[in-house]
């Protein structure tokens, strides 16, 4: 191809065609000005696909983030769920010698860690200058809501939960003569019982131990967790990805929750609806309070527990299977709705 434009070139000239070849010149210019446009055109459009495919790449791999966040959510909000019974009876004080002795409730100050979630990925992906789309602009918005909003909730929980059982240790190491065997040998002796269920400070100590953890910890995680799903499932839908059922429920799977329950003067219903199943609870339309007490969402953790706002929630059923009531608990209280017979 250049020995042929070279070869036009030559012959032009020696045939004294000088406006000829000024015109073939300006024109040969003109070719190689488009040429390197067009190169440049497609080199911009590769670096344009490669900065869209990191940064799809960034998304996804955050979006694998917020499902380890929500999997590390649900397992500290499990682990609240089952240590609810011992502030139950700490609180209450109905703890028992054998609940200390045997049913391992001693070590319930003496427990507990931080939930500790990651946002390195979604670091990276904020630290990333490359451009995004609107979708994409919106999706940072959310992931910046749940990430310095409510992981940042759970972070400062975290260090108060680790500062008092660090100040808790130093306490009874200081006051207590059975603190070293237990410590050292996990002997838990008698002394060690007759103060946990006879010494005030013991219940206050449990009391506040439970407002910081069960209650305040507890409902920091399920705030992040909630809002992190709701964004995981919008950022699944933007990258194509079937989102986990093990998140994301199915709620086909669920509808025997759906019904009318009531306790003294309150019903409350539970209907599904295009967030999922939605709980509301009113005064009855005798009294003269009848505005709504209560509308949230359910977490779902399995087919009998599930969460609301505030309490660990557990269906009750019959020999038939039907559900007959919801039991809710949350420290030291514990209530039931009783499900409307027309419901059964």
Same mark, same amino acid.
């Given at each position: 191809?250049?020995?042929?434009?070279?070869?036009?070139?030559?012959?032009?000239?020696?045939?004294?065609?000088?406006?000829? +070849? #000024? *015109?073939?010149?300006?024109? %040969?210019?003109? &070719?190689?000005?488009?040429?390197?446009?067009?190169? =440049? /055109?497609?080199?911009?459009?590769?670096?344009?696909?490669?900065?869209?495919?990191?940064?799809?790449?960034?998304?996804?791999?955050?979006?694998?983030?917020?499902?380890?966040?929500?999997?590390?959510?649900?397992?500290?909000?499990?682990?609240?769920?089952?240590?609810?019974?011992?502030?139950?009876?700490?609180?209450?004080?109905?703890?028992?010698?054998?609940?200390?002795?045997?049913?391992?409730?001693? +070590? #319930? *100050?003496?427990?507990?860690? %931080?939930?500790? &979630?990651?946002?390195?990925?979604?670091?990276?992906? =904020? /630290?990333?200058?490359?451009?995004?789309?609107?979708?994409?602009?919106?999706?940072?918005?959310?992931?910046?809501?749940?990430?310095?909003?409510?992981?940042?909730?759970?972070?400062?929980?975290?260090?108060?939960?680790?500062?008092?059982?660090?100040?808790?240790?130093?306490?009874?190491?200081?006051?207590?003569?059975?603190?070293?065997?237990?410590?050292?040998?996990?002997?838990?002796?008698?002394?060690?019982?007759?103060?946990?269920?006879?010494?005030?400070?013991?219940?206050?100590?449990?009391?506040?131990?439970?407002? =910081?953890?069960?209650?305040?910890?507890?409902?920091?995680?399920?705030?992040?967790?909630?809002?992190?799903?709701?964004?995981?499932?919008?950022?699944?839908?933007?990258?194509?990805?079937?989102?986990?059922?093990?998140?994301?429920?199915?709620?086909?799977?669920?509808?025997?929750?759906?019904?009318?329950?009531?306790?003294?003067?309150?019903?409350?219903?539970?209907?599904?609806?295009?967030?999922?199943?939605?709980?509301?609870?009113?005064?009855?339309?005798?009294?003269?309070?009848?505005?709504?007490?209560?509308?949230?969402? =359910?977490?779902?953790?399995?087919?009998?527990?599930?969460?609301?706002?505030?309490?660990?929630?557990?269906?009750?059923?019959?020999?038939?299977?039907?559900?007959?009531?919801?039991?809710?608990?949350?420290?030291?209280?514990?209530?039931?709705?009783?499900?409307?017979?027309?419901?059964?």
């Amino acid at each position: 191809m250049i020995k042929f434009f070279r070869k036009i070139r030559q012959g032009l000239l020696s045939k004294n065609k000088f406006s000829k +070849y #000024l *015109l073939y010149a300006i024109g %040969e210019i003109i &070719l190689v000005v488009i040429g390197i446009l067009i190169a =440049l /055109s497609i080199n911009n459009w590769n670096e344009e696909r490669k900065a869209a495919e990191y940064t799809k790449l960034l998304f996804k791999n955050t979006l694998e983030e917020l499902k380890f966040n929500i999997e590390k959510a649900n397992a500290k909000v499990a682990y609240f769920r089952s240590q609810n019974s011992a502030y139950y009876v700490i609180i209450n004080k109905k703890a028992t010698r054998q609940n200390f002795k045997i049913n391992g409730l001693a +070590y #319930l *100050l003496f427990s507990g860690y %931080e939930v500790e &979630l990651s946002d390195n990925t979604f670091q990276k992906l =904020l /630290s990333s200058h490359e451009k995004l789309t609107q979708e994409q602009d919106d999706l940072l918005s959310k992931l910046k809501l749940v990430y310095n909003n409510y992981k940042g909730e759970v972070d400062f929980l975290d260090t108060k939960i680790v500062d008092f059982i660090f100040d808790l240790h130093k306490k009874y190491k200081d006051e207590q003569s059975w603190y070293p065997n237990f410590i050292s040998n996990s002997s838990i002796s008698d002394d060690m019982i007759d103060y946990f269920l006879n010494d005030p400070e013991y219940i206050n100590d449990a009391s506040y131990f439970y407002s =910081l953890g069960a209650a305040q910890q507890n409902s920091s995680v399920k705030r992040f967790r909630d809002n992190a799903i709701i964004t995981y499932t919008e950022l699944s839908n933007h990258l194509n990805i079937t989102p986990d059922t093990a998140i994301v429920k199915d709620l086909t799977n669920y509808r025997h929750y759906l019904g009318t329950y009531k306790r003294d003067n309150l019903t409350l219903y539970i209907k599904e609806e295009a967030e999922g199943l939605i709980q509301t609870i009113i005064a009855n339309e005798d009294t003269d309070n009848s505005t709504t007490v209560k509308n949230s969402i =359910l977490y779902l953790d399995s087919k009998s527990y599930f969460t609301d706002r505030n309490n660990f929630g557990k269906l009750i059923y019959d020999n038939d299977n039907n559900v007959t009531k919801i039991e809710y608990t949350r420290g030291a209280q514990k209530y039931n709705f009783e499900k409307s017979n027309k419901d059964l």
